[in-house]
């Protein structure tokens, strides 16, 4: 889960600066949570990049028109 954010360093005018980035397809974004499947994955993001992730079960699932992606709250094994 992340939030679209203004460039570091670049002025931030609200709903334009989110106009311009929808036009250029180029976003900035800051990470609030990421849930991951493996403990590899969960160490070397909070260690090696700072990220605030959590071990969890991530199912993906696909067919011809779509991909769905189900993540399980790793303490009650429920779909989150």
């Known amino acids: 889960m992340s939030i679209i954010t203004h460039k ?3 002025a ?3 709903p334009f600066t989110l106009v311009g980035q929808s036009m250029s397809q180029d976003f900035w974004g800051y990470v609030l949570k990421l849930p ?3 403990e590899l994955a969960r160490v070397r993001g ?3 990049y700072n990220l605030p992730k959590w071990l969890t ?3 993906r699932k696909e067919d011809g ?3 769905v992606y189900e993540i399980t709250d790793s303490q009650t094994g429920k779909l989150d």
């Open 46 to 48: 909070v260690v090696g």
């Open 8 to 10: 570091p360093g670049k």
């Open 65 to 67: 028109h779509s991909v």
């Open 36 to 38: 991951v499947n493996t």
């Open 12 to 14: 931030n005018l609200g």
């Open 57 to 59: 079960g991530i199912d």
